[in-house]
């Protein structure tokens, strides 16, 4: 079974400063782990995913995320947040393989402030 | 390339009453997953097909809750009769691998 756990309901940050989102899994196998951003009345659009490979993945929009086994942990960053990055953010992990179910944590409200 | 539709956007209803929502995934995108989202919350797997095939409906409340997808396309979720509790938003996602593309969901609210 997985599970997600991402700390920090709301984070707020001024525009042009460094966003860190956490996010940390529990998974018996190896996992594949993504985070989605959602926009109000949206629904989910990804960012990027960690499969296999480079530890270090770069998505859309200048966000990155380093998956790192030790600490089971996949947090999102972005060097300096953008007004248009307030948003809704999910982390999101699955068991990989064939198994395409996704669990997701609750979530984390990122505020921009001007 | 169109994304995944789903239809209505918005739906109020009151309790006991049934409701339906219906989506269109992504062309060639063979599996299908229907979300339910609280507020406040992460999205939660209600159930998902493959082609026609109901793979993983653990999580669907079977005693209200029905899904088809015929010919492996468009896919209707049914809920009868509404609680209140079900006011949620309902998400509809279609993938061809491990990628899931998110529709824009349906906001239902049950008074």
């Known amino acids: 079974a997985q599970s997600v756990t991402q700390l920090g309901s709301h984070v707020s940050v001024s525009e042009g400063a460094l966003v860190l989102l956490r996010c940390n899994y529990s998974?018996?196998?190896?996992?594949?782990l993504f985070w989605y951003v959602q926009y109000p009345n949206q629904g989910l659009q990804l960012l990027l995913k960690y499969t296999t490979g480079a530890t270090l993945v770069k998505g859309i929009n200048g966000f990155e995320a380093e998956f790192k086994k030790s600490e089971t942990s996949f947090h999102l960053t972005k060097p300096s947040a953008h007004m248009s990055d307030a948003a809704e953010y999910f982390c999101a992990v699955s068991a990989g393989g064939s198994n395409y179910k996704l669990t997701f944590g609750k979530g984390t409200l990122l505020t921009v402030n001007p | 390339e169109a994304g995944v539709v789903q239809s209505p956007r918005y739906k109020i209803i009151e309790k006991k009453q049934p409701v339906a929502f219906w989506c269109n995934p992504i062309?060639?995108?063979?599996?299908l997953y229907w979300y339910r989202q609280n507020l406040g919350q992460g999205p939660e797997l209600l159930i998902r097909?493959?082609?026609?095939?109901?793979?993983?409906d653990s999580q669907l409340p079977k005693d209200r809750f029905s899904a088809e997808r015929l010919k492996g396309v468009d896919s209707t979720l049914k809920i009868q009769p509404a609680e209140l509790g079900d006011s949620a938003v309902y998400l509809c996602?279609?993938?061809?691998?491990?990628?899931?593309?998110f529709g824009p969901g349906t906001r239902l609210t049950v008074t």
């Open positions: 998974s018996s196998v190896p996992p594949y």
């Open positions: 996602a279609s993938s061809l691998l491990y990628e899931q593309y």
């Open positions: 097909y493959e082609n026609e095939e109901a793979v993983d």
């Open positions: 062309s060639g995108h063979n599996t």
